[in-house]
Structures are given as C-alpha cells and as structure tokens.
C-alpha cells in the first residue's frame, strides 16, 4: 500500500524529493503555480485582464485522494498581492494554510510561497479561487477533486468519466475598475454581471464568446459532473436540454440520490450530478441562468455549453430548456429541502456518514447574523449586525498566536445577536465554544439572494424560512438527515439555520461568497480555541511563515517573534 502510495507520488510529482507517508497510503502531492494575468487565456473577445495559473484559466485541477498532502508552491507574476483559498477543504488543526487575509500574509508580486494542506477524511467536489483584493472576479479559480481511498465504496456504480463544471458570471468590466468603482462610494457598483461561464468559456453563440464549453459523451453511459458556482453575484439554474440528472454529492457530503430535471447551485456551491446519455445520437444544450436577480433583460444571460453524443448527427437545435420560473421561491426552497444527507453510506471512512448526528445535540452557542447594507463614512457597506468588518494588513491568526489578539482585535465585541448597534467597522472575532454546537440562523435583509460559507467545518443544514426567525421555528428544524456542506443560501427576506461542531482549533473565516458583500464587509472570524497545550492539538505555524502588518515588513519572511504564551 505505502509502495504503491509511493508510486503514484513519484508519478504524479514534480519534484524527485523524498516522500513522507505519513498516512497508510497518503501521498504528497507537488504542485508549482504561476499566476499570471494572460490575455491569450480570455474568456472573451474582450480586453480585460484575466488571471490564469500555467497560462489556463480556469486553473488546473487538483485532483487527490483523501488524506493526500498537497503542496502548491504559488509564484506571484500578478502586478499586486495575492492569495487562493481552497473552498471547502477543513485545514484541519491548520488554519495558517487557509488563505484568506485574516489567516495569511498575502503573497506579494514577484515572491513565491508554498502552501501545505492535508486533505484530512475529506471525499468530495470543492474548488480554489483567489481570496484577496476583489480579484475573484478576474477568474483564477479552478476545481478540486477529493476521491474516495479505494478501499472504501463510493454509493453509485463508477461512472464512465467525470467532468468538472465551473459555471461563474462574469463581467464584461475589468475587476479593477469594478473595484475602484466601489471602494469608497456612497453606492454599491450597481452594474450586474453581463454573462455566464462554463470553464472559463462563453456561450455557445454569445455575442464576444471565442468558444465554448463541450462534453463528450457516448449512448447508453452515465457521467459524473462536478458543478461548482464559481461566480461572484449570481444563484445559478443548471440544467441540461431533455435530460436528467440524479444528485449524488454535495461539497463533501454523499446525498440521498434524487432525480432533478434543473439543479439550483448558488454562488460558491459543489455539486456531484449523475447524467446518462441515455437520448437519440444528437447534441443538447447545457444551460446555466441567473435566479431571484431583477435585471432588465434575463433572458440574454446564459452560460451555455454542449453535450455532444459521440455518434451524433445533429447540431444543438431548438429552444434553450426552460427551467423553472427564476423567481419560483417553492420550486428552489422546495429543491433546497428535498438535498437531504444518506445517513446510510460511508463518505472518507467507512462508518456510515449518518452515525455522527445533529439529532439530540445540547447547543452551546446561539448566533443570529442579520445582513444589510448601511452606511459608514459616507461609503457604502455590507453590514452584518450593523458591524461591517474591516481588514486590517495584520492577519488575526498572527495576532492570535504572537499576542492572544491584544492590540489588534477585541474578542467576543461582536454583537452576535443583536443589531442594536449603530452602523460602524469592527474587527469582528467571535470566540467559538471547542468541541461545542454552534447554531447560527442566517437572516437576509436584502431583496437578493445571498450565500453564506464557513470555512474550517461542515455544517449541518436544518431549515431555510422566510420572514422573520424566532425560537419557535426550531420545532419545525429537520435533526434527522441535514445535508452537511460548508456554503449555503439564504433566500430574499428569508432565514437559513446551520448546526456547526466546532472540533477544530483555529482562526476561520464566516462569509457571504457573494464577492461584493465580502469585499465591502460581510464577514467575520470565529476563533475556536483549544486550551490544552499538548502540541498534538492546533499545527503550529509553517516554517514559511509570512510575517506583515504589525509583525514586519509586509510578506517578507523573517524570524517569527515568540508566541504570546511565552512572553
Ligand atoms: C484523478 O485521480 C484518480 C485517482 O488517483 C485517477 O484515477 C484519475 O484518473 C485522475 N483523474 C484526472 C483527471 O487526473
Ligand atoms: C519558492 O520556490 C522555491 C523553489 O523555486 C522554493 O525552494 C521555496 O521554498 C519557495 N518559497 C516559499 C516561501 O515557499
Ligand atoms: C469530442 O468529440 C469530437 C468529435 O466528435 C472530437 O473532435 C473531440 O476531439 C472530442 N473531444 C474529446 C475531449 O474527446
Ligand atoms: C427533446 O424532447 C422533446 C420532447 O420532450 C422533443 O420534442 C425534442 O425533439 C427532443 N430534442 C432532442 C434534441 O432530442
Ligand atoms: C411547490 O413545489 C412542489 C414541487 O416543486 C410542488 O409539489 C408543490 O405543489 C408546490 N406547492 C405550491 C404551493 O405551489
Ligand atoms: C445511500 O447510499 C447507499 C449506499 O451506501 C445506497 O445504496 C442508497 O441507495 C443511498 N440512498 C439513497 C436514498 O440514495
Ligand atoms: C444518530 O446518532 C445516534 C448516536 O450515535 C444514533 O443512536 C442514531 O441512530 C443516529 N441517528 C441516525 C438517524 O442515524
Ligand atoms: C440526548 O441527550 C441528552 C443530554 O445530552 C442525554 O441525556 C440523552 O441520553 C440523549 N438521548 C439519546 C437518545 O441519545
Ligand atoms: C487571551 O485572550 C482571551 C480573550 O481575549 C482572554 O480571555 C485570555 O485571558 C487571554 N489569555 C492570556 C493569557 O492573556
Ligand atoms: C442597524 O441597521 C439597520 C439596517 O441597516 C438600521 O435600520 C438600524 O437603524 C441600525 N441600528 C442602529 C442602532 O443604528
């Protein structure tokens, strides 16, 4: 097993270093990333710049095995700082590799540095972007892959291939000018993405699209999609011309398996469907349209792709598939309930997903985060409890482990339940309870959808509700088989509540994926604290660790000061 593990690591390596199996049958695998901004890449006809990895955009997988260690060795070609985050995966004990500004230094230009993460008991469809100075919206996404070990069965027959799917909204703006636009206005940049992506591609036909996105596929054999929502604004309708697919995964998790004619997948949502080409020898459209978004024009906003039959005599033809009403709430809340968990199947062990459950938790910790807009010094702001966060260039996990926070932010000053508080910034850092269950009911006060991710955990879904949340609406929770995932929606007006168990120590980040409301606010930090000092517990930092803001020139690596605890 260690051999073979061995094997595949010197395959799938670059480098001829010496591999640490740490893990019966783990491997490392290396990865060397050059981002760039790359015109030969685009999307479009347009001129706008567009970040790439290798020269690709998307970027290129990253496809590993449960357990595996991943080194991505990033290399800064952009003209500005940067950063990826890796949606999904759990950095377990290890939030210095979550890359994120509260976690991590950015990698500045010209610089390099390495990421190490473990895909610890993680399976499942995630996807990596670029977390830092709005440049999500200028592409540098890619998917990830986290397959099954082999000796434990995945519940479908495998398929005959799988496909990654990265559907996104794009701009036809620069992401640079976007941002200036909205940096320090009395109002939100107002413009609304102008198409949609299908793996970086435009649509087929779409008035500046180069080419477009195309699967092959052979009569009578199933395929597995991957479908993430990649995008910054926009809930998305997949769907595929006269064909069905069953819903298996959702970001992590092994699903009841529903059939499902259209799948909603919202702004920072994995997806696994299982598609049979089971129609005549021809070539069908894949659609991908916007949902619950007022735009004049809806209809001129679609990501569309092919599935080609590899036999097939016939061009796409006819109507694009409809799909449901986009403003339709009981067709996506009806969806959204009917995703539930298979308690029965293993997911990366082998014990039944359904054994660790929400079904009798004690609740340790309650928060119920309403967001808005508001204003803060004549700007415009995401608010959540009327505290829109403010990033500072010192990253909270150095403050934490160097000083306990002190000087940089104020733990627990985060109203978590309340929005009696005047509209201002806040370093907003709540303490979460360790190994405690976490309820946080997600309100939108805005007339748009919104998405809300955690990173660290999987949560566990139990109800979505419209107007107003109360105590009494637990009695209505589904404790029995919540989907687990790690983003969800929140409709209009509505209420979405998640269970968390909060095992892993760390400094993780709580976010709208919507990329405006992030960038102007919309976020906060839950610390989770670990008071035994046995070093087995949370990872101490890298040995490349970067240092900025109060600790040093920013991103120039330099000798770690001591940790607070022995001052
Ligand atoms: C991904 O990894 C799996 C397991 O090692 C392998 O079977 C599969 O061929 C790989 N797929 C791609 C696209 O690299
Ligand atoms: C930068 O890349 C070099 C290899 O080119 C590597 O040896 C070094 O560790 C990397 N730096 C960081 C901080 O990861
Ligand atoms: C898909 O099929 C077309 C023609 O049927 C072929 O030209 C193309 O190379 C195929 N693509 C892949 C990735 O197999
Ligand atoms: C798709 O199904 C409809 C009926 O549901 C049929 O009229 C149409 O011809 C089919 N399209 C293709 C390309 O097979
Ligand atoms: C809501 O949608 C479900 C399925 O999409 C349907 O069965 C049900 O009748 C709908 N209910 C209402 C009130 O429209
Ligand atoms: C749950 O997974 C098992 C495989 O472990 C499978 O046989 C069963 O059909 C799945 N249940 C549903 C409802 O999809
Ligand atoms: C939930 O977990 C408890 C305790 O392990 C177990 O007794 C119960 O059967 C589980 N529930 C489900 C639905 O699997
Ligand atoms: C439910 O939890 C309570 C308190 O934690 C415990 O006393 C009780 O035994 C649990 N019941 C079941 C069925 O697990
Ligand atoms: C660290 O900060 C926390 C919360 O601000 C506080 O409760 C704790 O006493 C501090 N620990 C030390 C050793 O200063
Ligand atoms: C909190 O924000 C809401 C919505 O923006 C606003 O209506 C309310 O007045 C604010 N509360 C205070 C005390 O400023």
């Not at 480098?15 to 990865?31: E, S």
Request: with cysteine; glycine share 8%.
């Amino acid at each position: 097993m260690a051999f073979l593990g061995q094997l595949r690591g010197w395959i799938l390596g670059a480098a001829l270093v010496a591999i640490l199996c740490t893990t019966a049958g783990a491997i490392d695998i290396f990865l060397e990333w050059h981002v760039a901004f790359d015109t030969t890449a685009k999307p479009l006809t347009l001129d706008q710049p567009v970040i790439t990895i290798n020269g690709k955009f998307p970027g290129p997988l990253i496809n590993v095995t449960t357990n595996d260690f991943v080194h991505v060795n990033v290399y800064n070609d952009l003209d500005e700082p940067l950063l990826f985050t890796w949606n999904g995966i759990q950095q377990r004990l290890n939030s210095w590799q979550d890359g994120v500004s509260g976690t991590n230094c950015p990698i500045l230009p010209g610089t390099n540095w390495t990421y190490v993460f473990q895909t610890k008991d993680q399976i499942g469809t995630f996807f990596y972007f670029p977390s830092i100075n709005f440049q999500k919206a200028a592409g540098g996404h890619g998917a990830i892959r986290i397959n099954n070990r082999v000796v434990i069965s995945v519940p479908f027959p495998k398929p005959e291939a799988e496909y990654d799917l990265l559907i996104a909204d794009w701009y036809y703006d620069s992401y640079k000018l976007i941002r200036s636009v909205i940096g320090d206005s009395e109002v939100l940049y107002h413009g609304v993405p102008d198409t949609i992506l299908m793996n970086g591609k435009g649509p087929y036909g779409g008035p500046f699209s180069i080419s477009y996105e195309s699967f092959n596929v052979t009569k009578g054999k199933t395929y597995r999609f991957r479908i993430s929502n990649v995008g910054t604004t926009f809930s998305l309708n997949f769907r595929i011309q006269n064909h069905s697919m069953v819903i298996v995964e959702t970001e992590g998790s092994y699903t009841n398996q529903i059939t499902v004619d259209s799948l909603d997948v919202h702004v920072g949502q994995s997806y696994s469907v299982l598609v049979t080409a089971d129609q005549d020898e021809a070539d069908y459209y894949m659609v991908a349209t916007p949902k619950m978004f007022r735009v004049n024009d809806l209809s001129s906003l679609a990501g569309i792709g092919v599935l080609h039959y590899s036999n097939s005599v016939s061009q796409v033809s006819g109507p694009l598939p409809a799909g449901p009403d986009p403003f339709d709430w009981n067709f996506t809340v009806t969806q959204a309930r009917s995703i539930r968990w298979n308690l029965t199947t293993g997911a990366a062990r082998p014990n039944p997903q359904g054994t660790f459950n929400v079904s009798n938790v004690t609740l340790a910790q309650a928060f119920v985060l309403q967001n808005s807009i508001g204003e803060i010094e004549g700007s415009a702001r995401y608010v959540v409890n009327n505290v829109s966060y403010y990033t500072l260039n010192t990253p909270l996990k150095l403050a934490d482990y160097f000083r306990n926070g002190s000087g940089v932010y104020q733990l627990g000053a985060f109203p978590t339940r309340s929005v009696d508080e005047d509209t201002a910034y806040g370093i907003s850092v709540v303490p979460g309870i360790h190994k405690g269950w976490l309820e946080i009911v997600f309100k939108n006060n805005l007339d748009v959808m919104d998405s809300w991710h955690l990173d660290g955990f999987s949560f566990y879904v139990v109800a979505f509700g419209l107007g107003d949340w109360d105590e009494g609406a637990r009695a209505g929770y589904n404790l029995y088989d919540p989907v687990v995932r790690s983003t969800t929606q929140v409709y209009p007006g509505g209420w979405t509540v998640v269970y968390a168990f909060l095992d892993n120590p760390g400094m993780w980040n709580l976010r709208s994926q919507h990329l405006q409301n992030w960038y102007l606010g919309e976020e906060l930090y839950i610390r989770v604290h670990d008071p035994d000092p046995n070093p087995a517990k949370e990872q101490p930092p890298p040995d490349n660790l970067l240092l900025c803001g109060i600790f040093g020139e920013s991103g120039a690596p330099a000798p770690a000061p001591a940790p607070w605890s022995w001052w």
